[in-house]
């Protein structure tokens, strides 16, 4: 069974940073592209960031472009979101997912339970 | 402004037929594949349809998908009170390398 665990939300003033992490169990995760999607208390989905099972291809949210990082480690089944410069609208669920296919695209398989990430202004 | 629209809501009485629709662009519905995901009160997202209209396993068959031109819909055939959710759909957006969802839709069973 696929399982993918998030950690290192809470709450952090605006413009400090955040690590998020999750780690992905009950499937061979370096076969598979992983995402972040994010959606704010009561409202929709928003798509964060993608990379492709080996790294090469990374994609970011214009909304998150130049403060936020992906990266995920192949040895240790995780992945990672390196949030910088953080702003009360980043303040949100954020999703661990885990794709369909090794390449970026849009199909989010598995998703997490998610960690929520408030920053107060 | 989501890059997809979705009707904010949709009802039907148990045992019936109900579609959510789905509009898009060239960009993205037009030249991709469409994805359709169910969000239960207080719990993640759920992979309903992928691919236009595959089903992943464990998914029942009352639940379909479709897509024409940059259109697609989502089709629940008899209707449970377990239905009520949130129904999102996703795609890839090829102008904007960006994952691009619809506004979501709350279904009610009356």
């Known amino acids: 069974e696929v399982q993918l665990v998030e950690s290192g939300g809470g709450l952090v003033q605006t413009g400090r940073s955040l690590r998020l992490s999750c780690a992905g169990s009950?499937?061979?995760?370096?076969?598979?592209?992983m995402h972040w999607v994010r959606q704010p208390p009561g409202k929709g989905l928003e798509w964060v960031s993608s990379?492709?099972?080996?790294?090469?291809?990374?994609e970011y949210a214009d909304s998150v472009k130049g403060r936020f990082t992906i990266s995920r480690d192949n040895a240790k089944n995780s992945l990672y979101l390196q949030m910088t410069s953080l702003r009360p609208e980043d303040t949100a669920f954020y999703f661990c997912?885990?794709?369909?296919?090794?390449?970026?695209?849009?199909?989010?398989?598995?998703w997490g339970q998610g960690t929520l990430v408030t920053v107060s202004s | 402004q989501s890059v997809l629209t979705q009707p904010p809501s949709v009802s039907a009485a148990p045992g019936q037929k109900v579609t959510i629709s789905c509009s898009g662009g060239?960009?993205?519905?037009?030249?991709?594949?469409v994805s359709w995901y169910q969000q239960l009160p207080g719990t993640a997202p759920k992979l309903l349809i992928h691919?236009?209209?595959q089903r992943p396993s464990g998914i029942p068959d009352r639940f379909s998908g479709s897509k024409s031109g940059t259109s697609a819909t989502l089709a629940i055939t008899g209707l449970q009170t377990g239905d009520e959710a949130d129904y999102y759909c996703g795609t890839w957006d090829s102008r904007l390398s960006a994952g691009v969802f619809g506004g979501g839709t709350k279904l009610t069973v009356l």
């Open positions: 997912i885990k794709d369909l296919r090794p390449l970026v695209g849009a199909r989010f398989h598995s």
């Open positions: 691919d236009n209209n």
């Open positions: 990379i492709s099972w080996n790294s090469g291809s990374i």
């Open positions: 009950g499937f061979t995760f370096e076969d598979y592209a």
């Open positions: 060239s960009s993205n519905i037009g030249n991709n594949y």
